[in-house]
């Protein structure tokens, strides 16, 4: 499957997408001639390779002349505008898509009804060209699914025709609700709000991390020489499918290994409460025969990257082990809720967990069901069979 992944790690804006797309390969002749198809002027496209902190990628400005009229188009000339082009239908739909997330955004904040947002208060004509632009080159690249990284949004404070507004601008913070975002990367503003919007209508999931085989990577040059790379990284790749599926969540995570043939067999118990405790994802032990056929145990854990250090710790500290090995592996796991039965003994939580949308598997809370057991004087097999009786 061909995917498009975003790596925000400086934030994007327009220009940085176009910017990034023609580096991915789209021509910069297609994009200005499919732009030609919708009736504005007074404009010129220009890209150039440029360099930031020694990431060479292309700039693209969109350099204006003269036409004051379009600084009063209201969203709903945009609209009009658009649907009379001779764009392709796909190109059309995400650029109103595009536009319609910025126009509602810019509504809430100031009080106007969507269709009167003017065109001052959602970009200039360059936004124009940046957001049909955007759905251009998106259309000609022809991937399946667009992703994208978490969105660096920066700090500090932004000037606008509405004055001296904090970072992200309040239009970019409500187009981003629902994303995962970070800041303070660099003291501006590194997502504008065309940025955003786009992000916000192509972008089919958002994932901290993500497996695929990347095949051409773009790099859009940003306008500030910011401490990091002002730049916008855009990759073109292959994923499989079932790498795809919306109910198995990926999630990177470390292993830790030991094996052990010298320790006193009762502190393994406090051993994994401890590792518990230092926030391990999982702990577990495996019996395992060693060298000279010496009984022994495997002590495995699964944490992220915040504790590993701490679940080292523990394993220095709390057995007998001289050495570790640790390795980056791959989590999968099914969505997962939780709900609530009742029965005749009282209520219990249930743990589902769904594949391809469906419910597959169904898990009473053990604890939950062993303090009600306790409680009513019955077994345990008596309250789980409870959960299933249809006489409840």
């Known amino acids: 499957m061909k995917i498009l992944y975003y790596d925000c790690f400086s934030g994007i804006s327009g220009d940085m997408n176009l910017g990034a797309m023609i580096d991915l390969g789209v021509p910069l002749s297609y994009l200005i001639d499919e732009m030609k198809k919708v009736d504005i002027h007074s404009y010129e496209i220009a890209a150039q390779r440029h360099q930031r902190r020694g990431i060479t990628g292309t700039r693209v400005e969109v350099v204006l002349h003269d036409n004051p009229a379009l600084e009063h188009r209201a969203y709903k000339d945009i609209v009009k505008l658009i649907g009379e082009s001779s764009l392709s239908g796909r190109v059309k739909e995400n650029s109103l898509k595009i536009f319609e997330k910025l126009a509602r955004a810019e509504a809430k904040i100031h009080g106007h009804d969507m269709d009167d947002v003017h065109f001052h208060e959602i970009g200039s004509l360059d936004s124009l060209v940046d957001i049909v632009g955007a759905a251009i080159c998106l259309d000609y690249l022809k991937v399946d699914r667009v992703f994208s990284s978490p969105v660096e949004v920066g700090g500090g404070f932004v000037k606008c025709s509405h004055g001296i507004l904090p970072v992200p601008a309040p239009a970019a913070a409500e187009i981003l609700k629902g994303i995962p975002v970070k800041s303070g990367s660099v003291p501006f503003e590194t997502t504008t709000p065309t940025g955003a919007a786009i992000l916000a209508a192509t972008v089919d999931s958002f994932m901290e991390n993500i497996h695929f085989i990347p095949e051409k990577i773009g790099y859009g040059i940003g306008q500030r020489d910011t401490e990091i790379p002002n730049v916008l990284r855009v990759y073109l790749g292959q994923?499989?499918?079932?790498?795809?599926?919306?109910?198995?969540?990926?999630?990177?995570?470390?292993?830790?290994?030991?094996?052990?043939?010298?320790?006193?067999?009762?502190?393994?118990?406090?051993?994994?409460?401890?590792?518990?405790?230092?926030?391990?994802?999982?702990?577990?032990?495996?019996?395992?025969?060693?060298?000279?056929?010496?009984?022994?145990?495997?002590?495995?854990?699964?944490?992220?990257?915040?504790?590993?250090?701490?679940?080292?710790?523990?394993?220095?500290?709390?057995?007998?082990?001289?050495?570790?090995?640790?390795?980056?592996?791959?989590?999968?796991?099914?969505?997962?809720?939780?709900?609530?039965?009742?029965?005749?003994?009282?209520?219990?939580?249930?743990?589902?967990?769904?594949?391809?949308?469906?419910?597959?598997?169904?898990?009473?809370?053990?604890?939950?069901?062993?303090?009600?057991?306790?409680?009513?004087?019955?077994?345990?097999?008596?309250?789980?069979?409870?959960?299933?009786?249809?006489?409840?």
């Open 239 to 392: 994923m499989e499918e079932a790498a795809l599926d919306g109910d198995v969540e990926m999630q990177e995570a470390w292993l830790v290994e030991c094996n052990i043939d010298d320790m006193n067999p009762e502190l393994y118990g406090s051993v994994l409460d401890a590792l518990f405790e230092k926030g391990a994802y999982d702990a577990f032990l495996m019996p395992v025969i060693m060298k000279k056929s010496r009984p022994a145990v495997t002590v495995s854990i699964l944490c992220d990257a915040e504790h590993l250090k701490g679940i080292e710790e523990i394993l220095w500290l709390q057995t007998t082990t001289l050495g570790l090995r640790t390795s980056r592996v791959m989590k999968k796991m099914l969505r997962r809720d939780v709900t609530v039965r009742t029965t005749k003994y009282g209520d219990i939580s249930v743990k589902n967990a769904y594949f391809r949308g469906r419910r597959i598997k169904s898990k009473p809370e053990y604890e939950e069901c062993l303090k009600l057991a306790r409680e009513k004087g019955v077994s345990l097999k008596e309250i789980y069979e409870s959960l299933f009786s249809e006489d409840v």
